[in-house]
Nanobody
Framework: QVQLVESGGGLVQAGGSLRLACIVS????????MAWFRQPPGKEREFVAT????????YYAESVKGRFTISRDNAKNTVYLQMNSLKPVDTAVYFC???????????????????WGQGTQVTVSS
């Protein structure tokens, strides 16, 4: 059974930082790309960042480029999202995502991901 469990969300002032973590079990973590998405209040879930299986490849949404960093520790089956210079528009529920069993990548579209965490709330106050 594949499980993704996020942690690290919270309330922070604009300009502050948070680090999200997502622990994955039941999947071949070290051989798959991982991604972070977010869902702002009243809006659809949107792509934030993705990282390749080795950690060498990363790709970010324009809105977070230069402020957020995605990374992974394959020994701990964990993917991270370091968020710096946070803005009120970053307020959202953040989800980590993994591709379906048998696939190693998911890309930018949420429909390509088969497994999701429960989400962690990030609130940025002005």
């Amino acid at each position: 059974q594949v499980q993704l469990v996020e942690s690290g969300g919270g309330l922070v002032q604009a300009g502050g930082s948070l680090r999200l973590a997502c622990i994955v079990s039941g999947h071949t973590f070290s051989s798959i790309a991982m991604a972070w998405f977010r869902q702002p209040p009243g809006k659809e879930r949107e792509f934030v960042a993705t990282i390749g299986w080795s950690g060498t490849f990363t790709y970010y949404a324009e809105s977070v480029k230069g402020r957020f960093t995605i990374s992974r520790d394959n020994a701990k089956n964990t993917v991270y999202l370091q968020m710096n210079s946070l803005k009120p528009v970053d307020t959202a529920v953040y989800f980590c995502a993994a591709p379906p069993i048998g696939k190693s990548v998911g890309g930018l579209h949420r429909s390509n991901y088969g497994y999701w965490g429960q989400g962690t709330q990030v609130t940025v106050s002005s």
